[in-house]
């Protein structure tokens, strides 16, 4: 087959379109995954409009995962400056102020925005802020002007889920973004939900002495952790936070949250403030998706590995997709999107996504758990080490300080499935799991890296040893 051919095959742009649009892509949406490609095809010549209703950044930066990183940030520094008498350094009274660590967190997240409209203009992206409704291929409307592109991509995210509970439109019943706003510390917390952000949340409050108290309808909290250091995890959060497991809340009534037990029993509790944290919807109405014939349901538009939608030249990328709900994964999505138009081969691949909770102990995993490998068909094998088997971890951490190593091998091929952690600094860790899942290196393989000591990282490569 000739390079032309290959470039014609791979080439989605419909050419029984007009080529005269005023852009090459229009982008609706500015999170991770809209300006990231923004940014990327505007390197590449591209010209590119980007629409973004609120701020630049989405809600990654905006509502997400910069504001909690930051505030937990400073969590971390008030219980590090608390426990710092264990390693030979005399603080005095911590106390720790909600108003300054806000007003910090606002500062990261003004600088970014910055960053980003800098990096924007760098490119020469145009970037308007309104409300974007979607007339199909080529076509997008802001107020009462048109917008015309070769491509179209749809960016919109997502938004909190608000289940169905009587009492939720109370003030003091708040979301993930409500409550990034608050001007004064509960004295009592209840968290609506054991996943990712509310396991964060509830990580940030206990640490800086709140009573917490999590209501996880199913019988583990987050859902696609390994089961073993899940309970390692909540170990480690025992005494700070309470959970309530198998519990499904009925209604909110006041202060009062009410939940039924696995067992059917009727329990109560009381707080100041009721977080709900019980996943997140994809942003799909009003946006004139259905009128154009647009194919999607409550969990997304449907896409494939291109992230083509069924329309001509138009794609859809991050949570919208309802594919994964992580910053990296919208990047990675807008950036094959990106290729596909360019006519470079390239598909979106999810059996090597790293994901963390960034929570005091963090956790972190990359590909398959033991039980996934099991029951996708794999003989299993798998092994795990204390984190404390590292100088440096031990050093920094104590003896007491919580976190293991899981690897997860194909016994018959010694290929790498999948690598789960707890213990602090994971966060930092995992991509290196992901660049040996990815590159379906052989446990032998990882054996053969040279990793620097005295490292926290050396636990990845020590365990594969205890295979």
């Given amino acids: 087959m000739t390079a032309e051919a290959v470039k014609n095959r791979n080439q989605t742009v419909d050419s029984t379109l007009p080529g005269n649009a005023e852009y090459d892509i229009i982008i609706i ?72 660590a806000m007003a910090w967190k606002t500062e990261v997240i003004e600088t970014l925005r910055g960053g980003i409209a800098f990096t924007m203009k760098k490119n020469k992206v145009t970037v308007i802020n309104g409300t974007a409704k979607f007339l199909g291929p080529r076509k997008v409307q802001v107020g009462d ?3 015309e592109g070769e491509n179209v991509v749809i960016a919109t995210g997502s938004s909190p889920f608000i289940p169905p509970i009587p009492g939720t439109e109370q003030l003091h019943v708040m979301t993930s973004t409500d409550i990034l706003s608050i001007d004064k510390m509960p004295e009592t917390l209840a968290v609506i939900g054991g996943g990712v952000i509310g396991i964060e949340f509830a990580s940030f409050f206990s ?84 009128e154009a014939g647009l194919d999607f349901d409550r969990r997304g538009i449907k896409v494939d590995e291109q992230l ?16 994964s709900q992580l910053a990296h ?23 090597a996504i790293p994901w963390a909770v960034y929570s005091m102990p963090e ?16 003989n299993v094998e798998t092994a795990s080490l204390p984190m404390t088997m590292s ?12 976190g293991s190593v899981k690897v997860v091998k194909d016994a018959d091929t010694d290929v790498l499935l999948g690598v789960h952690m707890v213990g602090a600094g994971c966060s930092e860790m995992i991509y290196g799991a992901a660049v040996m899942i990815e590159a379906e290196l052989r446990v032998k393989d990882v054996q053969e890296i040279v990793f620097p000591h005295p490292t926290v990282g050396e636990v990845l490569r020590d365990v594969m040893f205890a295979l």
Wanted: include cysteine; hydrophobic fraction near 35%.
């Fill in 29 to 100: 949406g500015a999170g991770p995954g809209g300006y990231v490609m923004a940014e990327r095809a505007g390197h590449l010549g591209k010209k590119v409009l980007l629409i973004e209703k609120e701020y630049l950044g989405g809600v990654c930066l905006n509502w997400g995962c910069i504001p909690t990183k930051t505030l937990l940030n400073s969590a971390k520094h008030y219980v590090h400056a608390k426990e710092a008498p264990n390693f030979g350094v005399t603080t005095g009274d911590v106390q720790f102020d909600l108003t300054k």
């Fill in 145 to 147: 002007k048109v917008y």
């Fill in 207 to 290: 640490s800086l002495g709140v009573k917490v108290d999590v209501i996880e309808m199913l019988d583990e909290i987050i859902p696609f952790m390994d089961r073993g250091q899940a309970k390692e995890f909540r170990r480690a959060l025992k005494g700070k936070v309470t959970f309530n497991l198998g519990c499904r809340v009925t209604a909110i009534d006041d202060h009062t949250v009410k939940y039924t037990t696995a067992k059917g029993e009727d329990k109560a509790i009381d707080a100041d403030i009721v977080l709900m944290s019980v996943g997140r919807s994809p942003n799909l109405k009003d946006m004139g998706f259905e």
């Fill in 308 to 323: 083509r939608t069924n329309l001509p030249n138009v794609y859809a990328i991050g949570d919208v997709t309802g594919l």
């Fill in 329 to 351: 994964s919208a990047s990675r999505m807008g950036e094959v999107a990106l290729n596909t138009i360019c006519g470079k081969r390239d598909r979106f691949r999810m059996n």
């Fill in 363 to 378: 956790v972190a995993g990359c590909g398959l758990t033991e039980n996934q490998a099991k029951d996708a068909g794999h």
């Fill in 391 to 402: 100088g440096r971890f031990l050093a920094e951490n104590g003896k007491r300080g919580p």
